[in-house]
């Protein structure tokens, strides 16, 4: 069975994209076929792989039924991973189409015809609840958060786990947390140390024990439209994402 | 003329709420008469100064036309200081009200009547260009974007200045760029720099030239519910919005 990982957190700033980006990568060098759909109008996803957003059909085609799959995946410079760019145009697509019949199963049944030929598929979410979130969480079969090791950024989990049990009962039964993973983490900060106790605490196994340290070369990377492993992999932040793919591949 | 600033970027995690709390209380320090108004479904404004969200009628009943300025206005622990507190209530808003008459007008609309009655209006914004910024952007006079030095938040800053003329042009004449603030800058990282660089030449004096550097006291004490001057005043963090807060008094 295909894994289907949303990766979501409505607070900001909290490294969605990084995750994507880097674990994605990660997993095609660990020999699996991945798919990465950037799902965020800021289309970060789509720049850290070097990739323009705005050539041709896009996401927005696709979750109108204008384009197939096949039309917008493309080639990124990373072997057995392919992408689904984003586009500026779904900050209109959450107005537009928020009074569709069936809004939140658009992403879902857009994508299904091709999720079978993909070990995994990724979808980086925008920092917001809203449309296009829901339809992550709805062709999603996982959820993974990142969690920026910050109190605002704990101050919002309880919401966002409420969200995925909501997301579970109306539209997706088969939707689970794949696990918390703390990003940016800094062990010198007591800040930093707290938050990790609080969520080992409000979640134990679901706490990845891999944490993302914080370090530079992650988010030099992206002005090179490259993921981390390809920038520099003898960095920390390179190799502390393969471990955590390891953990990802390894939780079943 | 009463002052009131949109604190937006789409970009997560750049720094808006710590600089609309920190700005604020900074504001008031000097003798000027400030609301600040949480218009985030995450309500980050709302918690880092110590109040609780969901009490009493809120923002969104202002937004409905349902309750009066006066009734949703709070006193904060900071005196000079008063608060539209947020919501998560308005996370739903965005869709119900995405076909309403008028309806990036509704906040311009509901704080009208009051307010003349400050120096200053703050307004804190999601990170989206969803209807609640794009409410902000009408109703303010004046958008102050914080900038994190980084390259994801670097190339969303056309994108935003795009969306503010676009603004200007259909429903707010008077809406005028601030500045720009590059908040947790580290001058020893090459990337920091570079982004400096590079913002300095594509807006020139719109950058202001107080930097807001990474000081982890900023990040502690919204866990105390106090801004930064309240929780450690002798900190760099609380001292560089100070200094931020006399450049926004100089500049008219
Ligand atoms: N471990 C890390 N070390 C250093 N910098 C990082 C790390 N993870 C992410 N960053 C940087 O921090 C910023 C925020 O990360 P990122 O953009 O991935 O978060 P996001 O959750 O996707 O943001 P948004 O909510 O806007 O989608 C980026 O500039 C990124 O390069
Ligand atoms: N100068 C700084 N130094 C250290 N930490 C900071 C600084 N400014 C903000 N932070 C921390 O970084 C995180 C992001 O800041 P903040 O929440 O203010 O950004 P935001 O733009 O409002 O995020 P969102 O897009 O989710 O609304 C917070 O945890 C905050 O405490
Ligand atoms: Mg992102
Ligand atoms: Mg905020």
Redesign the interface.
């Known amino acids: 069975m295909n894994r289907i990982l949303a990766i979501a957190n ?5 490294g969605k ?1 990084t995750t994507a980006v880097n674990l994605a990568t990660s997993l095609a060098m660990f020999d699996q076929e991945v798919l990465l759909i950037d799902l965020d ?2 289309a ?1 996803a789509t ?2 792989l070097g990739l323009e957003g705005d050539e041709g059909p896009g996401i927005q085609d696709l979750l109108h039924g204008e384009a197939a799959p096949g039309l917008v995946i493309r080639d990124t410079a990373v072997e057995g991973l392919k992408m689904i760019p984003g586009s ?1 145009d779904l ?1 209109g697509l ?2 537009e189409l ?2 569709a019949d069936y809004r939140e199963f658009l992403l879902a049944e857009a994508i299904e015809p091709i999720t079978g030929s993909f070990d995994y598929v990724l979808i980086d979410c ?6 296009m979130t829901l339809n992550a969480l709805v062709a999603a079969n996982e959820v993974l958060v990142p969690l ?1 090791a ?3 950024a704990l ?2 989990l309880s ?1 966002l786990m409420k969200t995925v049990r909501s997301v579970r009962q109306h539209w997706n039964p088969g939707l689970k947390l794949n696990g918390v993973v703390l990003t940016m983490f800094d062990s010198r ?3 930093s140390n707290e938050v990790a106790a609080e969520v080992e605490e409000f979640l134990g196994r679901a706490l990845y024990s891999t944490r993302i340290p914080r370090n ?1 070369r992650l ?2 990377a ?2 090179y439209g490259l993921p981390a492993l390809l920038y520099d992999a003898r960095s920390t932040g390179a190799k502390c994402y393969l471990g955590l793919a390891e953990e990802v591949l390894n939780k079943r």
Request: aromatic residues 6%; proline residues 11%; hydrophobic residues 25%.
């Open positions: 409505q607070k900001g700033g909290v994209t109008p800021q970060n720049s850290g500026h900050a959450e107005i928020a009074s925008p920092p917001s609840l809203g449309l920026q910050e109190y605002y101050e919002g919401h900060l007591k800040l530079v988010s030099e992206p002005s």
